[in-house]
């Protein structure tokens, strides 16, 4: 029963649980595969293909923890409002991936505006008189550089780390810097969407 598989896989991604039917039953007399086949029945009125379907599981999983259901186990696939739940958290998803790609075009092409194409190093960490900040502090307090761009971009990382260590502290954390990139890497649709914008410019791991 491949739902079955893809609750599991879910389970384990989202909750570290390993979710199994009972060794000593009949898994069709269980209150598990009643709820599989009742989520089942729905989706093939609706005719989900099964890419759809994987994506609905593990959105009612993480639902499911971010809403403290845990409890629910699997009747959670067969809630009467699943369908309402996937649209939101996929529209959500949906705008937040578009404001993503918004700011890393935005920061992009403000960078080469002002430093070429290819982006001038020297032009980055330049500062406009003595005792200014140098140019990339400047833009990213101002909120010219995005700090998803901040994380996903080469030539930042070489800025950032040829400033002296006082202007450093008006950026975020190494450790912070990291844990957005990982975030973004991590998933098919916000990595396909850097690598487009970025291109040689993206900062893998």
Not at 98 to 108: A, G, T, V
Not at 186 to 205: G, I
Request: aromatic content about 10%; proline content about 3%; glycine content about 2%.
């Amino acid at each position: 029963m491949k739902v079955w598989h893809w609750y599991q896989e879910a389970m384990w991604k989202y909750t570290h649980r390993k979710i199994n039917f009972p060794h000593s039953t009949d898994p069709s007399k269980t209150y598990q595969y009643r709820w599989i086949k009742t989520f089942l029945e729905r989706i093939d009125e609706w005719g989900f293909d099964d890419a759809l379907v994987k994506q609905m599981v593990s959105i009612l999983i993480m639902y499911a923890r971010s809403h403290g259901l845990m409890r629910m186990g699997a009747s959670i696939l067969a809630m009467q409002k699943i369908l309402d739940i996937c649209h939101d958290v996929l529209k959500t998803k949906r705008r937040s991936l578009i404001d993503f790609e918004r700011d890393l075009k935005d920061s992009k092409n403000f960078i080469q505006q002002h430093c070429g194409l290819p982006p001038k190093l020297q032009s980055m960490t330049m500062k406009i008189k003595p005792g200014a900040n140098a140019n990339i502090v400047c833009w990213y307090t101002a909120r010219r550089i995005s700090p998803a761009f901040m994380s996903l971009s080469k030539i930042c990382h070489e800025a950032m780390a040829r400033i002296d260590k006082t202007q450093r502290g008006e950026f975020p954390t190494e450790i912070e810097l990291l844990k957005k990139r990982l975030s973004y890497l991590s998933d098919a649709n916000y990595c396909h969407v850097a690598k487009t914008v970025l291109a040689e410019d993206m900062l893998n791991l």
